[in-house]
């Protein structure tokens, strides 16, 4: 009886809350337009655009939010784990529907497939004496060779279809699919903020943490969680193949100039989105892949910062190797002190 009721609330409930994204998704697109089109900016006037950009600004939020504690934390390889057994995933959801019409979305079972992927990633870890990195090997190969295999299934059918989520598209970021990346990026977003300090103190210091009573296992899968989200939700822009770049790429670029974490984290989504506007622009003018025009954009960036924090070295007469942060300051570890007066 209770879920007789309750599943009916539910239903309309996430109705609901999907029509206030499409609803928000319409008039950032209608603004865009609104701004852009007296400039002479037409494609920002095209609903394909806009729906791309709107994804595009999501991802240049919650992928480096995400990132910055990867990084700090030495998970960076953890972006690209997820992102391979998301392919398996998107296999399946697509085996899926061409043998048996099952009609699931690749979006869905790719989510159900990576964040499956975090937890085994963390219990290979926490069950096995294989170090972090190992497990996170054997899942990537894994959760690929799974895909190839299930591709075969198919004697190649599917094998066209699947392309767009290797390499990403412009074209494939439907209305649905924007209002649900903006969705899933206000999750993610809102559990970041809701647990902040706790991340950040079990990013820096677990000993500590753990003395604190803070529960490291619980905020570590928190964490992979998150990142398994945001990998699937980056997907339809990046392409499995490059989504994990946006997770590492703008972070390394903040982690030169910044002073703190949190200043870092900031920098990281500034750089994020400039690759994305960028990148965006790019593929359309010149009909290139999205995901690799964002990616080499980000790329160029961090770059530029690098070479930018050297000049600023040498100019203080530090040279650019001695005067580069100490490797503490530049993995962020001087916010330990930080996390731990937050706590």
């Known amino acids: ?27 950032l697109g209608d603004g865009m337009c609104d ?47 997820l992102a391979h057994t998301a392919f398996a995933g998107v296999a399946i959801g697509l085996f899926l529907g061409t043998a048996f019409d099952l009609g699931i979305s690749p979006y869905l079972s790719a989510l159900v497939a990576a964040v499956l992927a975090a937890l085994l990633i963390e219990l290979i870890s926490e ?56 969705i899933l990026s206000g999750l993610v977003v809102g559990v970041v903020a809701a647990t902040y300090k706790q991340l950040l ?31 699937v939700a980056a997907m339809q822009i990046m392409g499995v193949i490059l989504v994990a770049a946006m997770l590492v790429v703008p972070v390394a670029a903040a982690a ?23 990148g965006l622009t790019a593929s359309y003018q010149y009909g290139v892949a999205a995901g690799g025009s964002i990616v080499l954009v980000a790329i160029g960036v961090y770059a530029i910062v690098v070479v930018a924090d050297g000049v600023r070295s040498a100019r203080l007469g530090r040279g650019v190797a001695s005067g580069s942060k100490t490797p503490t300051a530049a993995d962020g570890g001087e916010t330990a002190t930080e996390a731990e007066n937050e706590s």
Do not use: K, W
């Open 256 to 278: 030169q100039i910044a002073r703190s974490f949190r200043e870092s984290v900031l920098l990281a989504v500034v750089a994020g989105e400039l690759a994305v506007l960028l």
């Open 201 to 231: 103190f079990v990013t820096f210091d677990e000993t500590a943490a753990r003395v604190a009573r803070v529960n490291v296992e619980r905020y570590s899968r928190l964490l992979i969680v998150l990142t398994a989200v945001v990998v």
């Open 35 to 81: 701004v852009a089109g007296p400039l002479g900016v037409e494609m920002l006037c095209y609903p394909f655009m806009q729906q791309a950009f709107v994804a595009g600004l999501c991802v240049g939020v919650v992928a480096p939010l995400v990132g910055s504690f990867l990084v700090h934390r030495d998970m960076a390889f953890i972006g690209d784990t």
């Open 127 to 182: 069950y096995t004496d294989a170090y972090g990195d190992v497990s996170m090997a054997i899942v990537l190969s894994g959760g690929f060779a799974l895909g190839t295999v299930v591709i075969s299934l198919t004697d190649g059918g599917i094998a066209v279809g699947i392309s767009q989520y290797l390499f990403g598209s412009l074209s494939t970021v439907t209305l649905e699919n924007a209002s649900l990346l903006l």
């Open 1 to 27: 009886m209770t879920a007789f009721v309750l599943s009916p609330a539910l239903f309309a409930s996430t109705l609901f809350v999907v029509g206030i994204a499409e609803t928000v998704v319409r008039l």
